[in-house]
């Protein structure tokens, strides 16, 4: 029989680019496996969600189970979409695939969640870990005022205190920010040795690292630690303004290992303006995933033995080895301290340290 | 023309037929069976634009913050069926309650002003309620959005199903008794004197008609039905996102009710019945170039005359569209 | 007056309206250069529908209109201006968020700004007022603005639509003086249209009068005061 | 102290950036009355033109932002002269969907030629630095924001309120029959005020192009920006627009640095506070 | 005395316009306003009204005190007016717009469920009003489609649909040609005797046909106040408004 998988994201508007990133590398994965998991053709449907649109997403979920009568769902960037399917999925036993959002709760809403992503939580830890092993004992963060910035504040500062270090201020940045250069200098005035950023994709994430240049941060030696801000997505935008700049974060796509070197291969053969970043590799591992569900199944369609088998996978991703934490049934993965290098006239996020394979440290049950 | 023609010309079209041609349509809408999602959203979305069409159409307030009632409706129905009652009806009322509480209180403030002023201030209300929900996560989840509620059958018979049936009658049945309710309100003396308001407000304080009173009820009764709308689609969805307080669900709405017509109230039907089904067909063929289609499409609309792109539409009259032109002939 | 030579303004058969409506149905007019003539008519006849198509502010939908000799059914009503033809309209059309002096500049086309003096001498009460806002001016203010605006573009022809209209019986008296004296020095060839029939008819020397947008009668003013049933006929009014 | 300064030097200059980015609006929208909602698509244009000229074909800053905004102007010249010259006679709902739609069609087109992704104007050497102030520092870029911002307002301030120009354009768009029949060409008058307009908002979408980085849904994104501005201004006073961009963004800049976890609250309860006490802007008088 | 205008004072910044004007206007009496261009007449009748607030002084209605009401206020206690220049709903046949009128009046404009149409009293009522002004042809008609004369007839429906106690017309005969103006006059004739009428005109024949008494305003000041005789004869007036020919 074919297998139905259902794919949703902004394929339109402002985040277009995410859904662009799924379909490269769900169709690049696709590509890799000659359109077959287990034997059975593949067939994938796109639906565009257009942006944060929870009530939108839950009907196209529900045309997805009810009328395509798909076997899968993936995709979701933004968590309150993938809120809204919840007991949708629950009601179907449809196993879904989460390629991107990142609140740590979304896979408990539903036993039929998988989450191939990253948690907030899962990278900031290590970070705060880090720092204070740099000997940093005052830091600041900022962070973007919506929920994934908010979870990245409360794991920097729980896990920065619990080691002795102080956060001496907390600065939440409207997300309508465009210029950053108050929030520079209340940082720069605050006298912390670093500052812990989380920023969504784009524009801000240029509009910060300028404003922290040129408002001499960088010569103060106050350090920018972060961790999806010099995304491979426009990291050439940022020219040197981003060299040096330090990340902790699960995926670089200078990840050097053959799986990685597959990947981004494949991508290209998809379409060559494709990107490897940690949304591709999302959707990428999510299809895998997808992939041994359905050879665990046989094809046919039982959701619960699909997510009974998916709890205890473990392969090999291009971002290192990876596996499904049976209890959260969210991806295990290491956690690495990347640096901004330049590399061939490109620049790259060059992983300098490995801390090793770290679970969800956000959910709590 | 003698006076009867002249009457039967201007007489306004009845509400009750009206309503059954709108449920009629709806009904058949239960023959394809897998659009039923798509149709419930369409009947929400129609029923925002309706009170959309009291502000602008009817009282000629040109508004970009009406999401405002939406979003409180949707927040209040939310938060009651999180908290207090799973019950569809009872959290139907508390959406209807904030819309209209919100209007009323707002409505205080804006109506006040006319035009461009007045447009940018509904922004502004509704911009601030945005920021709000944003920072009292507390109550409605923040960008996380407020989901987890569950919603009881309705009338404790009908339990909302997984391929959407009952949603979309419960959706529908709201639309059809809105409907109902606006169009009686439209065709009162109290319609009319609003309609007049619209076309010549300097003139009516001097035909004793208490102007800022009468915008302001219709501010509120507005409000209560895009309050109504917004926990329709609370209850049918399951959750409640920062989207329905945001600036583009203004917009759209904008947009559908022009593209169906302003001022006649089917046309916030048709408008968004047209521009959901496009938008649906067109991200199901090529999302990429949605804004390829919607843009043209608007363009397309404004420069190609009205009344020919959109004759057919006129088998149903508006109040006094077609009495005018009668009386026209007549005077020739 | 030229008498062997071509109309100052003609028009020949011309049907205009707005839109689906049609108001004037194959009206035919000549305006001699010099003359200063009437159009008279009731209510909705299709005076001000006249002077409009003849400023290209009203559809024509055929005939033609002659300007000097020259087919101007085709040009814009800012060539038709720039061609010497000058319009006070019966809505008076003061811009409102411009102050008096704004007002007059505006009609000052490429004429220097010290002609506004002769606006002024004609209108000492608009000096006065030359800051307030267009909107900010009595009816009568409005309407002196009016005309002294259309003057300053030195118009050959000046269409004036129901001047005399709220002004007080002083300035309306002073007006049409003041018009005396301009077509005396030669100034522009006026078509008048007016409703205060006894003032118009003692002024202008040719009167035309209109009844659903043709001419059906036309002939020499001090004739037409006479005939009391012309007059009531189509005016619905006699001259005591 | 320190942080009072603080706000006032970061509030002016993000003030002039909005001032910058909204006097095209403030001209067509303010003065012609024209609701333009493709103003941002201009802006974009300008902004993608000059990041063409500057980055893919290598001219001077100069010679690429001078010809971009030429360039924009003329397209707002054609495009008036084409479409948009008719729709000023329609409802103000009728401009609203039509320019909107336009702004959508240029939205999925930059996206459709340029892709998603940034686009950077390369900054020459002498506008990449900063200058000292001796308590802290001020970008290069900000000073020519605030220098040119000047310029632009006395500039307008000037054509607008003193030539003759100026009257012939405020005549027309209080009533174009009757301007027409005094012999102003409203067509001349009017096709050149919006390729004026078109022409600042290139200006502005290159100069602001630090803080609002050009990308697609740049003709969109800050929309309600410039609308808040020109509206706190009032309708058709450019010196109302650079007042309200400076207050706007001295509260702004304000919040960001007492009460930043408020988002864009006191932004718009500023709007409202304004606009309650003043209707028609801050510098215009009742009617 | 019906109507008490006690001291009015108004300034446009420091234009001095309405200078402490003081008359009464007795039951069922008819006063005609007039006076030089810019004298204040149409500011005396928006004070009065409602439209604009006076700087000072006192409006009074059958001895109660107006000044603090709002304009829809005043219409309610008997005080209508018509505009100078004409403003009417633009798309609305004419027909409904009288109704709208009579029902403000008879407080019908908050009923919202029964539709307008409804009420044969309202709808007969409008008719006569119409059929008096001869406008029975255009009652199917929006004012965007009819003559400035016919125009002006609609405003004085309207007015005659509010059924008040005391009427002010500014300058309803303006645009109206002498024919249909006596189609005015006559139906301001059989208005019933007990409305009192304040009227602003610079058609002199008319006034001194219409008027029992005239006020003649200049520069914000009465100048004169009598019957049309005395008026006729006043030097004063004759030589800053009637001019030489009257
Ligand atoms: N803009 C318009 N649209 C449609 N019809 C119009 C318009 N203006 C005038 N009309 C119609 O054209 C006819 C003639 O109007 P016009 O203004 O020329 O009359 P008029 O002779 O000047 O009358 P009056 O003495 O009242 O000014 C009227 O019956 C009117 O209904
Ligand atoms: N809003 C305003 N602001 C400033 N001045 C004004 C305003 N309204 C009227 N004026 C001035 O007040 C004076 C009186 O105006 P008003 O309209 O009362 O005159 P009027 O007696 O009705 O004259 P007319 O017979 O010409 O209509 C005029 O000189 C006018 O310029
Ligand atoms: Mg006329
Ligand atoms: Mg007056």
């Known amino acids: 029989a074919t297998i139905k998988v259902g794919v949703i994201g902004p394929f339109s508007g402002p985040f277009a680019h995410y859904g662009k990133l799924y379909k490269d590398s769900v169709e690049a994965y696709l590509a890799s496996q000659g359109g077959k998991f287990g034997g059975h053709e593949v067939q994938v449907l796109y639906r565009d969600n257009g942006g944060p649109n929870p009530s939108g997403t839950r009907a196209l979920a529900q045309e997805l189970i009810v009328k395509d009568k798909v076997d899968y769902l993936g995709g979701f960037v933004f968590t309150p979409n993938a809120m809204a399917v919840a007991p949708l999925i629950t009601q179907s036993k449809t196993p879904t695939v989460i390629f991107n959002a990142a609140t740590s709760d979304i896979t408990e809403k539903s036993p039929y969640f998988i989450r191939t992503s990253y948690t907030l939580w899962q990278v900031t830890v290590p970070?705060?870990?880090?720092?204070?092993?740099?000997?940093?004992?005052?830091?600041?963060?900022?962070v973007t005022d919506y929920a994934p910035g908010v979870d990245a504040e409360t794991a920097f500062k729980a896990e920065f205190a619990k080691l002795g270090g102080a956060v001496v201020e907390s600065i939440r940045m409207p997300i309508s920010t465009t210029d950053f250069a108050p929030f520079v200098q209340r940082i720069k005035a605050s006298g912390a040795q670093g500052v812990y950023v989380f920023l969504p994709g784009g524009p801000p994430n240029l509009g910060f690292v300028k404003a922290y240049n040129e408002n001499g941060l960088r010569a103060a030696g106050i350090d920018f630690l972060g961790s999806a801000e010099t995304d491979e997505f426009d990291l050439q935008k940022f020219g040197d303004a981003a060299l040096g700049l330090t990340t902790a974060f699960h995926y670089s796509a200078a990840h050097d290992s053959d799986a990685n070197r597959k990947f981004v291969q494949a991508l290209r053969g998809q379409s060559k303006d494709a990107i490897a970043n940690y949304a591709s590799v999302g959707a990428w591992d999510g299809m895998a995933v997808i992939h041994k569900m359905v050879e665990a199944t046989g094809g046919?369609?039982?959701?619960?033995?699909?997510?009974?088998?998916?709890?205890?996978?473990?392969?090999?991703?291009?971002?290192?080895?990876?596996?499904?934490?049976?209890?959260?049934?969210?991806?295990?993965?290491?956690?690495?301290?990347?640096?901004?290098?330049?590399?061939?006239?490109?620049?790259?996020?060059?992983?300098?340290?490995?801390?090793?394979?770290?679970?969800?440290?956000?959910?709590?049950? | 023309m003698n006076r009867a023609g002249i009457e039967r010309a201007l007489a306004p079209s009845s509400p009750l037929r009206h309503c059954v041609v709108i449920a009629g349509i709806g009904l058949c809408g239960l023959l394809l069976p897998d659009q039923w999602p798509l149709l419930a959203r369409i009947a929400v979305m129609a029923l925002f634009v309706l009170s959309l069409d009291l502000v602008v159409g009817i009282a000629g307030l040109?508004?970009?913050?009406?999401?405002?009632?939406?979003?409180?409706?949707?927040?209040?129905?939310?938060?009651?069926?999180?908290?207090?009652?799973?019950?569809?009806?009872?959290?139907?009322?508390?959406?209807?309650?904030?819309?209209?509480?919100?209007?009323?209180?707002?409505?205080?403030?804006?109506?006040?002003?006319q035009g461009f002023t007045f447009l940018m201030l509904?922004?502004?209300?509704?911009?601030?309620l945005h920021s709000l929900a944003n920072k009292l996560r507390g109550w409605t989840g923040g960008d996380d959005g407020l989901s987890g509620f569950a919603i009881d059958p309705v009338l404790g018979v009908a339990p909302f199903d997984l391929e959407g049936k009952v949603a979309y009658l419960y959706a529908l049945a709201v639309l059809v008794g809105s409907y109902h309710v606006v169009k009686h309100i439209v065709d009162s003396p109290f319609g009319l004197s609003v309609r007049g308001i619209h076309q010549c407000r300097p003139r009516m304080p001097a035909l004793g008609t208490p102007v800022a009173r009468q915008l302001w009820k219709i501010y509120v009764i507005a409000g209560l039905f895009a309050g109504m709308a917004g926990a329709v689609s609370a209850q049918i969805s399951g959750i409640v996102g920062l989207d329905s307080l945001g600036f583009s669900l203004s917009a759209e709405a904008l947009v559908m009710l022009i593209l169906g017509g302003a001022g006649r109230l089917y046309g916030a039907l048709v408008g968004a019945a047209i521009f959901?089904?496009?938008?649906?067909?067109?991200?199901?063929?090529?999302?990429?170039?949605?804004l390829f289609v919607i843009g043209g499409l608007l363009m397309v609309i404004v420069l190609v005359p009205r009344e020919s792109l959109a004759s057919w539409l006129r088998a149903i009259p508006r109040p006094w569209a077609n009495g005018a032109r009668a009386g026209r002939r007549e005077a020739a | 007056m030229n008498p062997g030579g071509a109309p100052l303004l003609e028009l020949q058969g011309v049907v205009a309206g707005y839109g689906p409506v049609t108001v004037l149905d194959g009206l035919a007019l000549a305006v001699e250069a010099g003359s200063l003539t009437a159009l008279l008519g009731r209510n909705g006849v299709g005076k001000s529908t006249t002077l409009k198509a003849v400023m290209g502010l009203a559809q024509v939908k055929a005939?033609?209109?002659?300007f000097e000799g020259r087919d101007i059914t085709h040009c814009r009503p800012d060539e038709r201006a720039g061609l010497g033809l000058g319009y006070v309209p019966q809505t008076r059309d003061i811009f409102a968020s411009l102050s008096v002096e704004e007002n007059l500049v505006a009609g000052l086309k490429r004429f220097p700004a010290g002609d506004l003096d002769q606006a002024y001498a004609l209108f000492p009460r608009l000096r006065e007022r030359r800051r307030n806002r267009g909107n900010q001016l009595s009816g009568g203010e409005q309407q002196?603005?009016?005309?002294?605006?259309?003057l300053l573009g030195r118009p050959r022809l000046l269409l004036l639509d129901e001047p005399l209209e709220g002004l007080a019986p002083v300035i309306c008296q002073e007006l049409l003086e003041a018009f005396r004296r301009l077509a005396a020095q030669g100034g522009p060839t006026m078509l008048i249209v007016e409703q205060q029939v006894h003032e118009v008819l003692a002024f202008a020397r040719q009167g035309v009068i209109l009844e659903r947008g043709s001419v059906v009668h036309q002939g020499?003013?001090?004739?037409?005061?006479?005939?009391?049933?012309?007059?009531?006929r189509y005016l619905g009014m006699a001259v005591a | 102290m320190q942080i009072l300064a603080n706000i006032l030097i970061d509030g002016i200059s993000y003030g002039m950036v909005l001032f910058i980015i909204s006097v095209g609006l403030s001209i067509t929208l303010g003065l012609m009355r024209f609701i333009n909602l493709a103003h941002g698509a201009f802006a974009m244009t300008g902004g993608y033109l000059a990041a063409w000229f500057v980055r893919i074909q290598s001219w001077d800053f100069a010679a690429g932002v001078a010809a971009a905004v030429v360039l924009t102007a003329a397209l707002g010249a054609v495009l008036e002269a084409v479409v948009l010259r008719r729709l000023y006679r329609r409802s103000e709902l009728d401009q609203v969907l039509f320019t909107i739609g336009l702004a959508f069609v240029f939205v999925a087109a930059t996206n459709l030629v340029f892709g998603p992704q940034v686009q950077l104007i390369p900054l020459p050497p002498w506008l990449a630095g900063s200058v000292d102030l001796g308590m802290r520092t001020l970008p290069m870029q900000r000073v020519l924001v605030i220098a040119m911002g000047v310029a632009v307002a006395l500039l307008c301030g000037l054509v607008v309120a003193r030539s003759r120009f100026g009257v012939w354009l405020r005549a027309a768009v209080d009533n174009k029959d009757a301007a027409a029949a005094l012999g102003i060409n409203i067509r001349l008058v009017s096709g050149l005020t919006f390729a004026a307009g078109c022409g600042l908002a290139a200006l502005g979408g290159v100069l602001g192009a630090e803080l609002m980085p050009l990308e697609p849904y740049y003709a969109l994104k800050y929309l309600v920006l410039v609308l808040v501005v020109v509206a706190v201004g009032g309708m058709g006073s450019i010196a109302g627009t650079l007042a309200a961009a400076l207050l706007l963004g001295v509260i702004e800049t304000a919040s960001k640095y007492l009460a930043s976890e408020y988002g864009s609250l006191f932004f718009f309860v500023a709007m409202i506070l304004v606009l309650s006490a003043r209707p028609q802007g801050l510098l215009r008088r009742a009617a | 005395m019906t109507l008490s205008i006690r001291k009015l004072d108004k300034s446009f910044g420091g234009l001095h316009v309405t200078r402490s004007v003081s008359f009464d206007l007795g039951r069922g009496e008819r006063v005609a306003l007039i006076g030089p261009n810019g004298a204040g007449k149409t500011t005396l009748v928006n004070l009065i009204s409602g439209t604009l607030k006076p700087g000072g002084g006192e409006v009074l209605l059958e001895g109660r005190r107006l000044t603090h009401l709002s304009q829809a206020r005043r219409v309610a206690c008997g005080l209508a007016r018509t505009f100078q220049i004409t403003t009417l709903p633009a798309h609305m046949p004419v027909l409904n717009q009288v109704e709208m009128a009579i029902h403000a009046r008879l407080g019908m404009a908050h009923r919202w469920w029964r539709p307008f149409s409804a009420c044969r009293e309202v709808r007969d009522e409008a008719w006569s009003i119409l059929e008096r002004l001869a406008l029975e042809p255009a009652a199917a008609q929006a004012p965007s489609g009819l003559a400035y004369g016919e125009q002006r007839l609609v405003e004085m429906a309207l007015a005659l649909a509010l059924r008040p106690a005391v009427l002010m017309l500014d300058e309803p005969m303006a645009g109206v040609p002498r024919g249909e103006g006596r189609t005015v006059l006559r139906a301001l004739e059989d208005l019933p005797g007990s409305l009192s009428i304040l009227m602003i005109e610079h058609d002199m024949d008319l006034v001194f046909s219409f008027a029992q008494r005239i006020i003649v305003l200049a520069e914000g000041r009465i100048m004169a106040e009598g019957t049309p005789d005395e008026i006729r004869r006043h030097p004063e007036v004759r030589a800053a408004y009637l001019g030489a020919k009257s």
Not at chain 1, 327 to 355: C, D, M, P
Not at chain 2, 122 to 128: G, P, W
């Open chain 2, 62 to 113: 040109a508004t970009l913050g009406h999401v405002a009632f939406f979003g409180m409706g949707a927040y209040a129905a939310g938060i009651v069926a999180l908290r207090w009652t799973a019950d569809p009806l009872l959290g139907l009322a508390a959406g209807a309650a904030a819309g209209a509480a919100t209007a009323a209180v707002s409505g205080l403030l804006v109506l006040r002003y």
């Open chain 3, 220 to 232: 020499d003013c001090a004739q037409l005061r006479t005939r009391d049933d012309i007059l009531d």
């Open chain 1, 127 to 142: 970070a705060a870990r880090w720092a204070h092993k740099q000997g940093k004992r005052k830091m600041v963060t900022a």
């Open chain 2, 276 to 290: 959901m089904v496009l938008h649906h067909t067109a991200s199901s063929i090529n999302p990429y170039h949605w």
């Open chain 3, 63 to 66: 005939g033609r209109i002659l």
């Open chain 3, 144 to 150: 002196m603005l009016s005309v002294a605006r259309a």
């Open chain 2, 122 to 128: 509904t922004v502004a209300v509704a911009q601030i």
């Open chain 1, 300 to 365: 046919k369609r039982d959701g619960a033995a699909a997510i009974e088998a998916a709890r205890k996978l473990s392969w090999e991703s291009p971002r290192g080895p990876v596996s499904i934490d049976p209890a959260t049934r969210h991806v295990t993965q290491n956690v690495y301290l990347r640096k901004v290098e330049r590399s061939g006239g490109e620049l790259i996020n060059r992983e300098v340290e490995n801390f090793g394979p770290q679970p969800d440290f956000g959910f709590r049950k």
